[in-house]
């Protein structure tokens, strides 16, 4: 009897260690992405037709999948980078720790007042919902909260998470204004697309404007604003037409200054250029000169009468407006002398 005492005893005593041994791991493991409300990240991003993102202050988006790429609200192009950022997000967003309990309900609180709320679909079905916070204290995650998709109700747990490999809040990646999503891309022709360039410039003389026809690719003309041809440098006017490829305002500021807008519309802009199409479009871009804010190193002893950096832009019609950069957009506000062929030399 008391060897089998002995025996119950030496068992009950290895289960319990074993329990004891169980119960530490569990509190030392690393929190795992295995729990359905730890779940966040969404790998087939390849099968995702529709992403919707809303804040609440009341901006919203749609991005949905189509033949030609992300169009955001069924209006535009997403700009490529930030779709790629979002993936990158969506795909590999990890959680790196728990909210302790003692700091959940603040937290919670301030993700109601202040979370943006994601919806992913795969076609028609809802495949994953979640609520992007503000980051933590030290910057480097954000805090997150998942849905149950299944009753439609979130989870009580907030994480603070983020991207292995990435230093830095999330935030940035789930763009919820429509303009911020914008491709930026103003200005991108070829050769074949373009049937005239017209440039006119008001802080020159009107012998300056010109106009230049390209009849095909290989055979051009260059014209004064009265319709007569001018002779010109091929070279230089083949790297013109180039130089209408690709080009990006930095950021667009339609309707955000109505009254800075209504009086440069009163004004004359110092370039404007039409782009005609082979068919019958044809697209107008103004240019503007911006006050400059006299922020510059004294030691260069120069006082601009404008922004030597940045300038303004109205095009789409009118209907919208920019600014840019003459580092990206200057080499297009060029004279005609710029044409004028170099004078041969006599040997």
């Not at 997403?78 to 950022?85: F, M, Q, S, Y």
């Not at 950069?325 to 080499?331: D, I, N, S």
Request: proline content about 4%; aromatic content about 12%; overall charge positive.
């Amino acid at each position: 009897m008391k060897k089998n005492g002995s025996r119950i005893l030496l068992v009950l005593l290895l289960l319990l260690t074993a329990l004891t041994l169980w119960v530490l791991r569990s509190k030392n493991k690393p929190v795992s992405s295995d729990k359905d409300n730890r779940k966040f990240a969404y790998r087939d991003t390849a099968s995702l037709t529709r992403i919707f993102m809303a804040d609440k202050e009341g901006h919203q988006c749609t991005l949905e999948r189509k033949t030609e790429g992300w169009i955001v609200n069924g209006k535009y192009k997403a700009r490529t980078e930030a779709i790629l950022n979002l993936m990158e997000a969506i795909k590999n967003v990890d959680i790196k720790m728990s909210v302790p309990k003692e700091s959940q309900q603040t937290v919670l609180k301030f993700m109601t007042a202040r979370a943006l709320k994601v919806e992913l679909y795969a076609g028609d079905e809802l495949v994953k919902q979640y609520y992007v916070g503000y980051e933590t204290e030290d910057s480097e995650d954000t805090y997150m909260l998942l849905t149950d998709l299944e009753c439609g109700k979130n989870y009580d747990q907030p994480y603070a998470c983020f991207i292995p490999g990435f230093k830095g809040f999330l935030n940035p990646r789930f763009i919820v204004k429509e303009n911020d999503w914008r491709d930026r891309i103003l200005i991108n022709y070829t050769p074949p697309q373009i049937r005239e360039i017209k440039v006119l410039l008001s802080d020159f003389p009107p012998d300056s404007s010109f106009i230049i026809e390209l009849k095909d690719t290989r055979t051009f003309a260059v014209k004064n604003l009265k319709g007569e041809s001018v002779p010109y440098n091929e070279a230089q006017l083949k790297q013109y037409i180039i130089y209408f490829q690709n080009l990006s305002y930095e950021r667009l500021i339609t309707a955000q200054n109505k009254k800075l807008q209504d009086s440069l519309t009163a004004t004359r802009p110092f370039c404007t250029i039409s782009v005609a199409g082979q068919g019958f479009n044809t697209d107008e871009y103004k240019f503007y000169r911006m006050a400059f804010n006299g922020k510059v190193n004294p030691e260069l002893g120069v006082n601009f009468n404008y922004d030597p950096d940045r300038l303004f832009i109205r095009f789409a019609g009118d209907r919208e407006w920019a600014i840019g950069q003459y580092f990206a957009l200057g080499k297009l506000f060029v004279s005609r002398n710029y044409f004028v062929p170099a004078p041969s030399v006599k040997k």
